[in-house]
């Protein structure tokens, strides 16, 4: 089994940094990421991607070229096409690779295992043709594969940055299905100060949305009531808007309202998650160098809780330092002295946040959603399933789990555990956080009996089953 | 086929020939699966064993696990697997997988 | 008294006893516990199951019989009751060999244990061919299986939302998220719970699995049960591959497969490993090479909840006349002997069960 100081997992902007980081201050490290290329979601195999289409993506997208070149150093191997499938205690990481399961040891670990897109669950959100935003993105950035007639449906600044750059590749939305209202901007607009200090970001949404306007898309805001038509897949997208009922025909849905921690190989581990109410999710409780409440789990970027690219490269480096600094390459002084530059960004990049959550809050119908709504894509598990259980004394997920399996799947409950999460707190009066989550176990990521048992190392002993197990 | 489809391919990648559910298609080489499929005018992927409803891809990263396909008697996930010369994909244990 | 009976445990144990008082116009409370309560009721294998059972101890292996007895007719009137099916097949299961050793030595076993049982223990012997004509998909290293045919599996999951629809149907009170902290009898029974719930009651009923442990020696019982973990694997859904269950894997009514179990001594620790996992899938293949290509989807670990020669424990305090201990490891295979048979016993009727053997008079030597 090979073993390295420091393993991280995931190879985005969080990931990239805190192994450059670390390898800079002589640390072994090992980067196990699922894709065949470094950049995680957000820089979506950049190295290919940047001469075909670095102008259609932006100069943000091109950013992750620079991560990508500290990467490729000596001593850091970059392990692409890695599932990781189970972590056990300090540390032996499992995952398979080109279809066998390999075993590799760590010191340390890094999660840096992103953001999922939060589920929006609405009536005919599993037909074929509903996806999300960021998949969109992702056909867009990997594949240059774009949609010729989608609506985007939803809030929040990704789905301006999309919208921007299906113009610039001459296939613009249909429609913009917008959720957020103009109450919500003008709450928001008490974060202005924190908004102002991060105004880049704001400048940019504008300058996106600007385009947006000036192309002609036509922008439907205040929506409510949405739902996607089709029977084999999407056909239409119906809504209110104002006092008027639209249809908008079309064959490709994104559906997009905020991202959300993918805590799945943090839970795993046992670390303590709090809810975080202005974002409307669970986030592992850290200390402010990404130290998780077991020994030696660090985690960084969009899974500590959502802050974006820079944000995570930044924390990444933070994690870094502390974890050179406990293995003794590094003194506090010199740790403290090197971390203040990216502490600086890391506060610089987290200042809009506030303002950006208040201003394109989740829509609220997907949160709670009707009874007939699917929540569990796996298992076909619906919102008044759930209110079901919750009737006959389920408190928490893993009861819910065991009556009516959402959560089975294998997604895990990816997509229908932060709903379940909420459905059951609404149904018993209990917090989030008094309801909790599911229980996540090996496999992260579902793995082939061939590729279990080829990692076995005792013959089956057929004589210790003799007790029955029902 | 390729006619149908509600997508606009930016690159010009070689292409070769895979076989999905009894239908050949030229896909582009080293592309990814589930992109490559709905490019080619595959709007659904499978049916769901729980209902049968139909399912196509959702999150393009691995996660939601709506793209399942089947090769070589294994599902897999199509956002996740590249594209070679004679790939051969079938709906997710359609006619019972594992004989 | 506020209820009748008082139920210590809200899983299979609890609630099959809370259904059966429930059907005998009894009042009942069940103070059930929280998300994160180690629940061999969702943790188990669901088999509802005979062979194997009570080798030393014939009454055990009757008394698992009498319950896959009259288990279809008690799941079909809760599936009524409550219009939610509980999926349940007794067509027979198999212990599976991959030695001849193994087998011969099962064989003469069983053949003491059907001496000791008046005959009744109807089970085959297949050969490797006669078990790939049931089991085609049986792997070259299987010698041969022994096919019992009182055996069968369930939903144990549906059985278990039922059983919670069906209670509180009946006019059963379930409290949840309770942990209870003591256990007094001034008069009646006074449970107080760690949220300073308190419940009275005439009767009650020690059902809370693991926790019995603890709770056990305060109302004067010995209670000597430890956890065994138990890690058990599922695949994706599969089109129909097993066609009966075995110790080994079970192919379940939505379609995966379940394949277990480990036999571990490592305390109330419920984690999985690697090399649980390995093991269970290498001898899953070896059993349905087949597998090989299955995707493992979920896995678990769960405590088995066993007294110190695997029996089930039923016990009236002699400290706290009234108070009643219910354990036992195969909560669901005995789940109808507990709604039909063992209130009769809890009520002292002619027509109680004998159940002398499973009192803790056994662990009085110790």
Redesign the interface.
């Given at each position: 089994m090979t073993r390295s100081d420091l393993v991280v997992v995931g190879a985005g902007p969080a990931g990239m940094a805190a192994a450059a980081q670390a390898a800079e201050l002589g640390l072994s490290v090992t980067v196990l990421d699922e894709q065949a290329c470094a950049g995680g979601q957000i820089y979506r195999d950049v190295d290919r991607v940047v001469p075909l289409r670095g102008d259609i993506l932006g100069a943000d997208y091109v950013h992750g070229t620079t991560l990508t070149a500290a990467l490729r150093r000596a001593a850091i191997s970059h392990v692409t096409g890695a599932v990781v499938w189970?972590i056990?205690d300090a540390f032996?990481i499992?995952y398979t690779r080109e279809g066998r399961?390999v075993?590799i040891e760590a010191d340390r670990i890094l999660l840096a295992t992103g953001a999922l897109e939060r589920s929006m669950p609405l009536p005919g959100w599993t037909l074929p043709g509903v996806m999300t935003a960021g998949a969109g993105q992702i056909l867009l950035k990997q594949s240059g594969v774009l949609a010729r007639n989608a609506v985007l449906v939803g809030s929040g600044p990704l789905l301006y940055l999309i919208a921007a750059q299906m113009l610039r590749a001459g296939t613009p939305p249909k429609a913009m299905i917008e959720t957020q209202s103009r109450g919500d901007l003008i709450g928001a607009t008490r974060h202005i100060g924190g908004a102002l200090r991060g105004a880049s970001y704001l400048v940019k949404g504008l300058r996106m949305l600007a385009s947006i306007i000036r192309a002609g898309v036509p922008r439907h805001t205040g929506v409510t009531d949405i739902a996607v038509e089709g029977t084999d897949k999407a056909e239409a997208v119906t809504f209110q808007s104002g006092r008027r009922s639209h249809r908008i025909t079309c064959d490709t849905v994104f559906l997009h309202h905020g991202v959300v921690p993918n805590t799945q190989a943090a839970r795993s581990l046992g670390v303590t998650h709090s809810w975080n109410t202005a974002q409307q999710c669970f986030v592992p409780q850290l200390d402010d160098w990404g130290q998780s409440d077991r020994a030696g789990v660090f985690i960084a970027g969009d899974g500590a809780g959502i802050g974006g690219a820079k944000a995570a490269e930044h924390a990444g480096t933070l994690a870094a330092l502390q974890i050179a600094c406990e293995a003794g390459r590094l003194s506090r002084e010199e740790r403290d002295r090197r971390a203040a530059a990216p502490r600086a960004g890391l506060a610089h990049e987290l200042a809009a946040r506030p303002f950006l959550d208040a201003a394109y809050p989740p829509y609220a119908p997907a949160l709670l959603p009707d009874d007939s709504t699917p929540i569990c894509r796996c298992e076909e598990v619906t919102a008044g399933d759930i209110r079901s259980?919750a009737k006959?004394?389920?408190?928490?997920?893993?009861?819910t789990k065991?009556?009516?399996?959402a959560g089975?799947?294998?997604c895990?409950g990816r997509y229908c555990g932060l709903s379940v999460t909420a459905l059951l707190a609404d149904a018993t009066g209990r917090t989030p956080d008094e309801?909790?989550y599911y229980?996540i176990?090996?496999?992260l990521k579902?793995?082939?009996?061939?590729e279990?048992?080829?990692?076995?190392?005792?013959?089956?002993?057929?004589?210790?089953?003799?007790?029955?197990?029902? | 086929m390729k006619t149908a489809s509600p997508f606009l391919e930016l690159d010009n990648e070689p292409r070769v020939n895979v076989v999905f559910d009894g239908n050949a298609l030229s896909l582009p080489e080293g592309a990814n699966l589930a992109a490559a499929l709905m490019a080619a005018g595959v709007n659904v992927f499978r049916h769901t064993?729980?209902s049968g409803a139909p399912r196509g891809p959702f999150c393009m990263m691995g996660a939601c696990f709506d793209c399942l396909v089947e090769i070589?008697?294994?599902?897999k996930q199509a956002c996740m697997t590249v594209v070679t010369d004679g790939l051969e994909i079938t709906r997710a244990?359609r006619d019972?997988?594992?004989? | 008294m506020e209820t009748d009976y008082a139920i210590i445990g809200?899983g299979i144990v609890g609630l099959s006893v809370a259904w059966g008082l429930l059907r005998r116009g009894r009042t009942v409370t069940v103070l059930?516990g929280?998300?994160?309560s180690f629940?061999a009721?969702?943790g188990?294998?669901?088999?509802?199951?005979v062979?194997?059972?009570g080798m030393n101890q014939p009454r055990y292996a009757s008394w698992s019989q009498q319950s896959a007895a009259i288990w279809a007719d008690f799941a079909n009137e809760v599936a009524g009751n409550t219009g939610q099916p509980i999926p349940l097949e007794q067509n027979g299961g198999y212990d599976l060999?991959?030695?001849e050793e193994?087998l011969e030595a099962t064989v003469a076993k069983y053949e003491k244990l059907k001496a000791q049982l008046g005959g009744n223990y109807p089970y085959e012997v297949l050969g490797h061919n006669a078990l790939r004509k049931e089991e085609p998909?049986i792997g070259p290293k299987v010698v041969g299986a022994i096919l019992h045919h009182q055996d069968g599996?369930a939903n144990p999951?549906k059985l278990?939302?039922a059983l919670?629809?069906d209670v509180?149907r009946m006019g059963g009170h379930?409290l949840?998220?309770k942990t209870v902290t003591d256990v007094s009898k001034p008069d009646g029974f006074h449970i107080t719970c760690a949220d300073g719930t308190i419940v009275t009651s005439g009767k009650v009923v020690l059902s809370a699995g693991l926790g019995a442990a603890q709770l056990g020696p305060k109302m004067g019982f010995k209670a000597p049960v430890r956890p065994q973990r138990?890690q058990?694997?599922i695949?994706?859904?599969?089109?129909?591959?097993i066609n009966r269950p075995s110790?080994?894997a079970r192919q379940v009514d939505?379609?995966g497969i379940q394949?277990?179990?480990t036999?571990e001594e490592v305390g109330l620790d419920d984690?999985?490993?690697?090399?649980g996992?390995?093991?269970l899938?290498?001898?899953?293949?070896?059993a349905y090479p087949?597998?090989?290509?299955?995707?493992?989807?979920?896995?678990?670990?769960a405590l088995?909840v066993l007294s110190p020669d695997?029996l089930p424990i039923y016990q009236q305090s002699t400290e706290m006349p009234g108070a009643f201990l219910v354990t036992c490891?195969?909560g669901?295979?005995l789940a109808a002997a507990h709604a039909r048979l063992l209130p009769e016993w809890l009520e002292g009727t002619d027509a109680a069960p004998d159940l002398e053997v499973f009192s803790e008079d056994r662990f009085s030597v110790s």
């Open positions: 189970a056990e032996r499992s399961g075993q259980y006959l004394g389920c408190i928490g997920p893993n009861q065991a009556f009516g399996r089975m799947g294998p895990q309801t909790g229980r176990r090996p496999p579902p793995v082939t009996l061939g279990l048992a080829g990692m076995n190392i005792t013959a089956p002993d057929t004589a210790e089953k003799e007790k029955a197990h029902d | 064993p729980v070589d008697g294994t599902t244990h019972g997988a594992l004989t | 809200g059930d929280d998300d994160g629940r009721s969702r188990n294998f669901g088999l509802v199951w062979q194997s059972k060999h991959f030695s193994t998909h599996h999951l278990l939302k919670a629809a509180r379930v949840v998220g138990g058990v694997l695949t994706e859904k599969l089109p129909k591959m110790l080994i939505e379609g394949i277990g179990a036999n984690k999985v490993t690697q090399t996992l390995s093991g899938a290498a001898e899953a293949i070896a087949a597998l090989a290509r299955a995707q493992l989807v979920r896995s678990w670990g088995r695997g490891h195969s669901i295979t």
